[in-house]
């Protein structure tokens, strides 16, 4: 079964620091990979995916995203975090047979200023 | 474009009754995914609608159901609702014409209350 797993409820760090929020993942096949941002009260708000291609992914907001095969893992990583980035951030993946978008338990991230 | 919109965006209810949700989902868009989302539990699936047809299916009970229109507009109905089912219950659209790399983009969400 595919899944993704975030070890990390949540993630502090001071503004101006880089930051990186882990995700791991299972699939068979090739993995399709995404992650999300949750602010308070809002739906989730699309950052960036992988397909194909390069390892690193450059998404909204300053994000970016490393794909690594060997170690299945998708860590969001941004150089300097800002307090505006505190929020909720969910790695998904989708499952190549049925479809359907699988999303990991979610890592708070706090910026301290 | 338009983004995924959800009416209502809040609704309080009382234990027994039931409720319907709306989604609109971005045009062209076709299919249609609905989440609930609580503190305790985090994102659960519910289900999944492409062309009018439910594609996938979380493990919910039975309470919980969906459509999808023509138009890809889609609805969800929960009955008999319990104190457990207050929750905020995202919606998602897809355009599915990329296959399996496709983005998910999600609406705002409806905040039910069930009192």
């Known amino acids: 079964a595919q899944s993704v797993a975030q070890p990390e409820d949540q993630v502090n760090v001071a503004e101006g620091n880089p930051l990186t929020v882990k995700c791991t993942y299972s699939?068979?096949?090739?993995?399709?990979l995404f992650w999300y941002v949750q602010y308070p009260n809002r739906g989730l708000q699309f950052l960036l995916k992988?397909?194909?291609?390069?390892?690193l992914v450059k998404g909204s907001y300053g994000f970016e995203a490393e794909f690594n095969k060997s170690q299945t893992s998708f860590h969001l990583k941004k150089p300097s975090a800002l307090v505006s980035d505190s929020a909720l951030y969910f790695c998904?993946?989708?499952?190549?047979?049925?479809?359907?978008?699988?999303f990991g338990t979610g890592t708070r991230l706090k910026v301290l200023a | 474009k338009a983004g995924v919109t959800q009416t209502p965006r809040y609704l309080i209810k009382t234990r027994g009754q039931q409720v319907t949700l709306s989604c609109s989902p971005i045009?062209?868009?076709?299919?249609v995914s609905w989440y609930q989302q609580t503190p305790g539990q985090g994102l659960q699936f519910l289900f999944e609608?492409?062309?009018?047809?439910?594609?996938n299916k979380g493990n919910f009970p039975g309470r919980f159901s969906g459509r999808q229109f023509s138009n890809s507009r889609s609805e969800m109905n929960v009955s008999t609702l319990e104190l457990g089912d207050s929750a905020l219950y995202l919606c998602?659209?897809?355009?599915?014409?990329?296959?399996?790399?496709?983005?998910?983009?999600f609406g705002p969400g409806t905040r039910l209350t069930v009192l």
């Open positions: 998602a659209s897809s355009a599915e014409t990329s296959g399996k790399s496709d983005t998910q983009y």
């Open positions: 699939v068979s096949g090739n993995p399709y």
């Open positions: 992988y397909i194909t291609g390069d390892n």
């Open positions: 998904a993946v989708r499952d190549s047979g049925t479809y359907k978008y699988i």
């Open positions: 045009s062209g868009h076709r299919s």
């Open positions: 609608y492409f062309s009018e047809t439910q594609r």
